[in-house]
């Protein structure tokens, strides 16, 4: 529930033994849920990113986010070429961002549109999601807390 940055309290939580690992970054169609989330036409392409936050060399955290073409412009170009930079530390030191309220979902294993590499998780897992805004442009960013997560 913590409203501050997720990506600096893994960060602590590790003794600074913290990685991105990107399991994936491409232009997608987001999700009908996603679009929702960011008032998105159906047909609207975006930069979906799904990465894994390492604390200690174990998954703590699956991240997805969604990051909508219009809002990759401008000085904000920056965002297509994250590398295994943590979007979290971008997104909390710029002075222009909001954050909308927190959604929180226990997700039941067989009903998560996770990657591909998680799907052997058998147990239900807790996620959050919220929509950013940087110079009023929106960035969706979905966190599920993975079971080897602990702070």
């Not at 409203?3 to 690992?21: C, I, M, N």
């Not at 975006?46 to 986010?65: K, N, Q, T, Y």
């Amino acid at each position: 529930m913590h409203p501050g940055s997720l990506t600096q309290r893994l960060v602590d939580a590790s003794d600074g033994q913290f990685k991105v690992e990107v399991l994936s970054q491409s232009l997608q169609r987001p999700s009908l849920s996603e679009r929702r989330a960011l008032s998105l036409p159906e047909h609207r392409l975006a930069l979906v990113r799904e990465v894994i936050l390492m604390g200690r060399g174990a998954p703590w955290v699956f991240a997805r986010s969604v990051i909508p073409l219009t809002t990759l412009t401008g000085r904000l170009r920056r965002l297509r070429r994250l590398d295994s930079r943590p979007l979290g530390a971008l997104l909390f030191s710029d002075p222009t961002m909001t954050r909308d309220a927190l959604q929180w979902a226990c997700i039941a294993p067989n009903g998560r549109p996770l990657a591909a590499q998680l799907e052997h998780i058998n147990k239900p897992v807790w996620g959050r999601r919220s929509v950013f805004k940087l110079s009023a442009k929106p960035i969706l960013v979905c966190e599920v807390f993975l079971p080897s997560f602990s702070l």
